[in-house]
């Protein structure tokens, strides 16, 4: 009995004792807290001041840096211009225009325009158009892969292979009159002298002029060429 006594005893000092540390801790958060919020006008004024005096170090604000920070975009990249007459336009407008007069996307014909300007003798610039392309045209917003130009000028190229044969054989099939032939290229013509003079090309009248001429001598040579072939078939 005397044993567990002296054992019961401790432990509950032991536990009084804890509990004892936590209120200990308590009162002195509590002490800490009032006497922050009870601090004198004096004290706190004191404060700020060395606050005040802390930050005297810092930069001012609203006052404009005297040295500006270098751009990282290259300097060929600033000065190109091709799309300028499009800002503010949006992709979808673009893409919507493009696809009911053409195959091509409006992602398409941006980079292989791009392609055709950023070619060197070793080959397409594909990693700064890829990442410069926001900054190339006005309703692209985000950067590509070099892999994602590749596929895009590749798609572009195919594209208008496939539409050149399917034009040619509608051409050739004699399935339009010479008339009706005309008319489909007179479209075709201002379609590509409309995305021409978006994309900054200044079409003068004479080259116009001399374009549909070249465009008319080859399809009246396409024409005479269908015919032969038709009329050997014939025999």
């Given at each position: 009995m005397?044993?567990?006594?002296?054992?019961?005893?401790?432990?509950?000092?032991?536990?009084?004792?804890?509990?004892?540390?936590?209120?200990?801790?308590?009162?002195?958060?509590?002490?800490?807290?009032?006497?922050?919020?009870?601090?004198?006008?004096?004290?706190?004024?004191?404060?700020?001041?060395?606050?005040?005096?802390?930050?005297?170090?810092?930069?001012?604000?609203?006052?404009?840096?005297?040295?500006?920070?270098?751009?990282?975009?290259p300097?060929?990249?600033?000065?190109?211009?091709?799309?300028?007459?499009?800002d503010?336009?949006?992709?979808?407008?673009?893409?919507?225009?493009?696809?009911?007069?053409?195959?091509?996307?409006?992602?398409?014909?941006?980079?292989?325009?791009?392609?055709?300007?950023?070619?060197?003798?070793?080959?397409?610039?594909?990693?700064?158009?890829?990442?410069?392309l926001?900054?190339?045209?006005?309703?692209?917003?985000?950067?590509?892969?070099?892999?994602?130009?590749?596929?895009?000028?590749?798609?572009?190229?195919?594209?208008?292979?496939?539409?050149?044969?399917?034009?040619?054989?509608?051409?050739?099939?004699?399935?339009?009159?010479?008339?009706?032939?005309?008319?489909?290229?007179?479209?075709?013509?201002?379609?590509?002298?409309?995305?021409?003079?978006?994309?900054?090309?200044?079409?003068?009248?004479?080259?116009?002029?001399?374009?549909?001429?070249?465009?008319?001598s080859?399809?009246?040579?396409?024409?005479?060429?269908?015919?032969?072939?038709?009329?050997?078939?014939d025999?």
């Open positions: 005397d044993e567990d006594g002296p054992k019961v005893s401790t432990e509950s000092d032991r536990s009084n004792g804890t509990n004892a540390d936590t209120e200990i801790d308590g009162e002195s958060a509590g002490e800490q807290r009032q006497t922050v919020a009870g601090s004198s006008p004096t004290e706190q004024s004191s404060s700020e001041d060395q606050a005040r005096a802390g930050d005297d170090t810092d930069p001012l604000p609203n006052v404009p840096d005297t040295e500006p920070e270098e751009s990282d975009v300097e060929d990249i600033q000065k190109y211009a091709r799309f300028k007459k499009m503010g336009a949006q992709y979808d407008r673009v893409n919507e225009f493009l696809r009911d007069r053409t195959y091509i996307t409006a992602r398409e014909w941006a980079i292989a325009r791009l392609c055709s300007d950023f070619r060197t003798e070793t080959g397409v610039e594909m990693t700064k158009i890829g990442e410069n926001p900054e190339l045209v006005p309703f692209m917003t985000d950067t590509y892969t070099p892999q994602a130009v590749n596929q895009a000028r590749s798609s572009f190229e195919d594209k208008v292979r496939t539409a050149g044969a399917t034009f040619l054989y509608g051409a050739m099939c004699d399935f339009f009159t010479a008339e009706e032939l005309d008319d489909v290229m007179y479209e075709s013509t201002e379609v590509a002298k409309f995305l021409l003079e978006v994309e900054g090309v200044d079409l003068s009248v004479e080259d116009e002029l001399e374009a549909e001429e070249r465009i008319s080859v399809m009246r040579e396409v024409r005479e060429a269908s015919e032969e072939l038709r009329e050997q078939e025999e």
